[in-house]
């Protein structure tokens, strides 16, 4: 006789309701692709918001650099988004026109604000990605998704360096960095976590 042993799921502190870790079903694979897609499309827009307003200062490059990765991102996930027919995220045009508005706004702050807003942001994403990394490796679909794990790896990483630059780069010299920091990640939270869904 064998028994199955079900460890409960502690959800994480900043979990909202509905968010669970277990095992990942194709249901799961066609809301985590929905939800990156519309993550990368948030962040382009913002980096483009920035770069709208900070085009002619010392940042503008690294700037550029760092929205032409996220375009990258945004096409694997457009291209997987039609390989296999996921529906896309209503709130599409919600996405770029949010993250507009806080790459726009937090360069009107200034570049270290728009730096801090950068780090914010990456660090819900990666942390974001290694859950989906993690799910993954808990998949009860057969298959083992290797290419769309080192995919997410692969982002994930570049989404680390966008951080790692933003520290480099004043991001926590700004005033009120906690306070810009706590709304720009409780913000992106609330849009992975409506991503999913809608
Ligand atoms: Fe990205
Ligand atoms: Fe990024």
């Known amino acids: 006789m064998t028994f199955a042993y079900h460890m409960p799921h502690r959800p994480r502190p900043d979990s909202l309701p509905g968010d669970r870790a277990g095992p990942a079903d194709a249901g799961d694979i066609a809301s985590m692709i929905r939800v990156d897609q519309a993550g990368e499309l948030g962040a382009k827009a913002i980096y483009a918001g920035q770069m709208a307003v900070l085009k002619d200062q010392p940042s503008a490059p690294l700037l550029a650099e760092m929205e032409a990765q996220e375009a990258e991102h945004l096409a694997t996930f457009d291209q997987l988004v039609a390989d296999r027919g996921v529906r896309p995220s209503a709130l599409s045009p ?12 937090s360069a009107l702050l200034g570049e270290r604000a728009a730096m801090a807003t950068t780090v914010a942001v ?42 790692d630059v933003a520290l480099e780069n004043g991001a926590k010299d700004v005033p009120a960095y906690q306070i810009l920091s706590r709304s720009v990640k409780a913000g992106t939270r609330l849009a992975i976590w409506l991503a999913k869904r809608i």
Not at 94 to 105: E, S, V
């Open 94 to 105: 919600l996405w770029r026109a949010a993250g507009h508005a806080i790459g726009a706004g």
């Open 122 to 163: 990456e660090e819900v994403i990666e942390g974001h990605y290694l859950e989906q990394l993690d799910a993954l490796g808990r998949l009860k679909t057969g298959g083992d998704e290797a290419e769309l794990r080192a995919t997410i790896a692969e982002f994930r990483a570049d989404e680390l360096k966008h951080r």
